[in-house]
């Protein structure tokens, strides 16, 4: 009888731990096996900056349609930089898991100085640094995690009735069809390279899945990763996906970018097993790819870019572990690779004195100068030391339409001024005049000493036109570019606008 009651605890005993070690998964920081909304992502970056802060800098690219920041986390010390970003699809959010733990897996190795598959994170890390975007999608995200609950914005949440399900949209997890932005825009279809190309999948109006949107660029997600991926020199580019373990890769190189794309790609696969498309030395007549994010940065920016699709549909984050092994090393061999063919890309484009690309030859520099970058910034293209290409910019006006929302509620404030703003050194200036009309302020110009005195009940703005300074109550606010003087009027920037009144302002260049 005794010996049978010690065989019975024993059972309940290996019973426990088995139950503990299947339920139980071990975690620091960051739990990849729940699914991770956007304020998860947010607590899980702070505590991640907090816990490394000489790694880690979490910082704001922008805001999605229902005005959740869109955070990239830079981890690394090396002046190298590479780009990966997850969760453009919002069903595909486990990719968001994926990064959060890329970025945790290495921060650890580095404070241990420890290998992850063979590579010295350390070593990697201080020449390197890796541009994490880990939820592109925060709306979508929360959406397929919390449904209409969590749309903060009640127009928003009422424009949801008219979006469409698309007839393609099949996915075998359930509740989890939608794909697009809360907008309805698939934001892997956005992108300025063949967006007009018909495709089986198109559809004429905002849908759950492939709807490309009305013209191309039009979601401030998109604006937000575009403006991240032209001013940043990333010598690779990674989209973590989940449909297929496939890596898509060609987008149409010739030569030595080819090359350069078909032996990155070679590595990829060695590492993951994933299978690329089109097969490396097979590249099929007519294979087209179209209108995503890493179409466009590789016809654009000239650099490696790949989609990585890292599952099956059938998945839940529960299955974690066997989706996220094959990334688990991903960056690191990205970030090796960026620090052997940089050399390669002898050409610097500096922007206002700060680098934005590294191009192999002169046109393609000049192509992209001449596309994405606005006549007002002061432009070089340096060959090591020697000045290639100089262009001084100056100031001009453009037509635009201007938006002015209180941050607190999101009422809009009555803004009647002109729709003429002033850009400058990448910066927007609206009429000083008008902004302080909108809110209210009595207003009288100094010619002679080219002051602009602003008084609103006990508050006083003055905007020094000849400083270029900005006085608000007295104290000395925004910097030596917050105000100037174009033609004769005084000029606000946007960023103290918004600063001074608390308030957002959405231009729409026309």
Do not use: C
């Not at 960056?331 to 002898?346: D, G, M």
């Not at 090591?384 to 100089?390: A, C, P």
């Not at 453009?398 to 400058?424: C, F, Q, W």
């Amino acid at each position: 009888m005794k010996r049978i009651v010690i065989l019975s605890v024993l059972i309940v005993i290996l019973l426990m731990i088995n139950t503990f070690a299947i339920s139980s998964k071990s975690y620091n920081i960051v739990n990849p096996y729940e699914a991770i909304t956007y304020e998860i992502m947010v607590n899980n970056l702070q505590e991640l900056e907090k816990q490394y802060p000489e790694l880690i800098e979490v910082e704001t690219i922008g805001k999605s349609v229902d005005k959740r920041d869109i955070l990239l986390a830079k981890l690394g010390k090396g002046d190298t930089l590479i780009h990966i970003n997850g969760s453009f699809h919002a069903r595909e959010r486990i990719t968001t898991n994926m990064i959060l733990k890329n970025i945790e897996d290495l921060s650890i190795a580095y404070e241990k100085e420890s290998k992850i598959d063979g590579y010295n994170v350390k070593e990697l890390l201080n020449q390197v640094t890796i541009y994490f975007v880990p939820m592109v999608n925060p709306d979508g995200v929360d959406y397929t995690i919390d449904g209409v609950d969590s749309i903060r914005n009640p127009e928003v949440a009422e424009n949801l009735k008219e979006i469409k399900e698309h007839p393609a949209s099949e996915w075998f997890v359930p509740n989890l069809r939608w794909k697009s932005n809360i907008r309805g825009v698939d934001l892997n279809r956005q992108w300025d390279f063949g967006w007009n190309e018909p495709s089986k999948f198109d559809i004429d109006g905002p849908a759950d899945a492939h709807f490309k949107g009305f013209s191309p660029h039009s979601e401030p997600e998109v604006k937000a990763l575009e403006k991240l991926s032209i001013e940043n020199p990333f010598m690779n580019f990674t989209a973590y996906h989940t449909q297929g373990l496939e890596i898509y890769w060609y987008k149409y190189q010739e030569g030595e970018d080819l090359e350069e794309v078909k032996d990155l790609t070679s590595k990829i696969a060695n590492l993951t097993f994933f299978r690329p498309v089109p097969v490396i030395n097979h590249i099929p007549e007519g294979f087209r790819s179209y209108s995503g994010y890493a179409d466009w940065t590789a016809v654009e920016l000239k650099k490696p870019s790949f989609t990585m699709e890292f599952a099956y549909r059938a998945y839940t984050e529960e299955d974690f572990d066997r989706i996220y092994l094959p990334a688990r090393a991903l960056p690191l061999l990205l970030a090796q690779e960026a620090i052997e063919v940089k050399a390669e890309y002898s050409l610097e484009v500096m922007v206002d004195g700060k680098t934005y690309q590294y191009f192999k030859r002169q046109e393609d520099a000049m192509a992209f100068i001449n596309k994405h970058l606005s006549k007002d910034r002061d432009i070089t293209i340096l060959n090591g030391e020697n000045i290639v290409f100089q262009e001084k910019g100056r100031p001009f006006l453009e037509e635009a339409t201007i938006k002015v929302h209180h941050k607190k509620n999101g009422d809009m404030v009555e803004y009647n001024g002109s729709p003429t703003i002033l850009r400058y050194k990448g910066d927007q200036y609206l009429m000083a005049t008008d902004i302080l009309k909108a809110f209210n302020y009595d207003t009288n110009y100094y010619d002679e000493i080219k002051v602009i005195v602003g008084q609103r009940d006990a508050d006083l703005l003055l905007l020094s036109l000849h400083e270029g300074l900005a006085y608000f109550n007295h104290q000395l606010i925004g910097n030596e570019a917050s105000v100037m003087e174009f033609q004769e009027k005084g000029y606000i920037s946007v960023e103290l606008v918004e600063e001074i009144f608390h308030v957002t302002v959405d231009i729409d260049n026309k």
